[in-house]
């Protein structure tokens, strides 16, 4: 079944959008990552302009973001406090990363300095995570913290100032590392065109100690306003979102992030997070090949508009 | 000398024109193709006869060569960048921008290109994948031959440009066919439709029709809506992820 979608100006098939749109969503809700990084290469991949599929991927972003926050909230693994505050902070380092973006784009390398932070974060990200769960699982499902803790991995901001009660994140801790973190992820959202979560889950959990379940569900809060800028901001500058392609991946996401958060409730949250550094890694890995295998056509071509 | 020698053939082309004045009549099975929500493509067949002065058909001795092209009436303007090794990892380094770039670009013919006419004569007339006039872009330097050639190579593997050699066929002495498929991708906005019919290597007379490509009825309503107003799009696209997120999760409560 085809359906011809207006803005990408070419027609999909509407099932394997809708499955697609619900892979990802089950991801979203089960990790709390936005999936971003999963959906953009495959809508590509079914020959939609990437303009268009980096896009239209925020629009379903936000549905499920919205679906996984929702349930979430009523089992109590939503921060309210803790997102605020990272938010701010977000709002604060989306500011400082256009104007990273605008000198990179002046500079011609762009493309290089996100493809190669891309893999940098992910490999680091990725390969500390899938390290630390792997040990975790070994010694049966002990909690972070409990059997390693890196010298200064667990005191260092317990000096700085402003400290702040997260009741939900049972944590007495100063405002400033959430805020730093927020605006890291700001930052990087505008900068690499992602929502962040690959990043924010990892870094909430190991630097802040905030309990796994509770991160899931505070990234997702994050995630939906960092997801909703981003649509608008393509929609203003480049029209490029694609209502019809957007409403399809939400149909599947949306539906796709409950079922995500009922199955990563029944995992053991070690298992969840070796899960999640598989994830990150894989995607490191393929991006790390496409940087340094030979392409197929050393030649790309970028439509700039009618003449 | 030369130029003594070119205004000589002019010359001569313009009587030689003179003594064949030919008509060549020309139609499209449709000339407007409506992009809806279930669009998959479309073929259109382009015919047409000759006739001489009197408005007869040609007599047998008398062989003319056709060619049929479709493509985008206004070009884009298209930047080509180039990969190269830099240490380990292949990163863009060379860019050409490129204008006269069009979306779309069909071509047949009866013969193959090179046996109908000489190579001057088709450039002049933008004939073959590998002859469209693709200059550098306002302000820019001009690309080399590589980096016209892989626009072409792009555009040929995303089924956008291609070439046909023997796909006019004449169904009698005078009367010829051949079917355009212009595939889903093809971009909206008007297709030019050129015909040309060829004698001894040069264009004995020519015709241009206009098939008209647009979206319809939701297709059109979202594009505009996207293009026209787009704060209040961008609104609408967050505002319908939040209530679907927030129905889905609603849905899923009531059934536990």
Redesign the interface.
Known sequence: M???L??A???VNILLIIGLGGAVGFLSGMFGVGGGFVLAPFLMFL?IPPPVAVATQA??I??????????HW?KGNVDLKMGGVMLAGGLVGSVFGIQLFNALKAAG?A??FIA?SYVIFLGSIGGLMFWESLQAVRHGGSSVGSTRREPGGHYWMHGWPLKMRFHRSKLYISAIPPVLLGALIGLLSVVMGIGGGFVLVPAMIYLLRVPTAIVIGTSLFQI?FVA?FA??????TN?S?D??L??LL??GG??G??FGVRYGERLRSDWLRLCLAALVLMICLRLGLD?????S??????????? | MRGTLALLCCIAAMAAGAVRAEDLAAGISRDKIEITSNFTGANVVVFGAIENEGGEALPATETRDIVVIVRSDKPYIVTVRKKDAFGPIWVNRDARRFAGVPGFYFIASTRPLKDIAPENVLEQFEIGIDRIALGPAPNAIGGPKEFREAIVRTKVREELYSQHEGAVSFLSGSLFRTTVSLPPTVPAGNLKVLVYAFADGRVVSSNSMTLFIDKTGIERRLSEFAHYSPFLYGLVAVLLSVLAGFFASVVFRERQ
């Open positions: 085809q359906i011809y207006p803005i100006e070419m027609p020959g629009t379903q936000v549905a499920s973001s919205v679906s996984g926050v929702i349930t009523r390398q493309d290089l190669l939906i909703a649509t608008l901001l393509h929609a203003i029209h979102v209502l019809l957007g409403l939400t149909a949306v539906v992030a409950q940087l340094v295998l030979p392409p056509d050393p030649f790309n071509l970028a439509v700039e508009g009618l003449e």
